[in-house]
């Protein structure tokens, strides 16, 4: 019976008893809500994934776990300091990246950057480039826009999922 306890008991105070269970309720009640809306997104998002045969490869997972790195080590950390930071395992940060890219090839029709699109966001934020860094330059508003047609874009995707699909809700938060 003692082997077991860690199931049913987190803790005790001064013998007593501090139950799991009060800690999931505490917890389903700072976050219950949140957490249930993110685990219904990534569950719809699986089955669009799913339903188009989109795969990711590991070499897309590996190719962007050393982008991360590159950029961490670049500040002078870690990969492994960043995640403990973060609460993070190696395995969760793996786990995002491969939502991430499907998402990405979900949206890629979307999320496409063009030329003009970039010479009107350097004109509108009077945005003067340096000689010599232009290629850098327009590299990182490329990504910036790209991030934001992606974020946008997903918001429209997720709605149209939810709309789509029959969720049944079974908690109250």
């Known amino acids: 019976a003692y082997f077991y306890k ?11 008893l501090i139950s799991r269970l009060t800690i999931i309720q505490e917890l389903e009640k700072a ?3 949140d957490l249930l809306d993110s685990l219904i997104v990534k569950k719809l998002i699986q089955n ?6 989109i795969v990711v490869s590991d070499d ?3 190719g962007e776990i050393k982008r991360i790195e590159y950029q961490i ?6 990969i492994d300091a960043a995640l403990a930071a973060q609460g993070m395992s190696m395995e969760d940060l ?3 990246i491969i939502l991430q890219k499907e998402l990405e090839k979900l949206l890629a029709e979307k999320i496409n950057v063009t030329d003009e699109e970039v010479s009107q966001y350097i004109e509108d934020n009077t945005i003067s480039i340096p000689e ?3 290629a850098m330059i327009i590299i990182q508003i490329k990504d910036e826009l790209r991030n934001q047609k992606i974020n946008a874009e997903a918001d429209v995707l997720i709605t149209a999922l939810k709309s789509q699909a029959n969720i049944r809700y079974f908690v109250n938060y």
Do not use: R
């Open 94 to 96: 793996e786990k995002q």
């Open 132 to 134: 010599g860094q232009e």
């Open 48 to 53: 669009e994934v799913n339903a188009k045969k």
């Open 31 to 33: 976050s219950g809500e």
């Open 6 to 16: 860690g199931l049913f008991v987190a803790a005790t105070v001064d013998g007593s």
């Open 60 to 62: 897309e997972i590996n």
């Open 73 to 78: 080590m670049a500040q002078g950390s870690a």
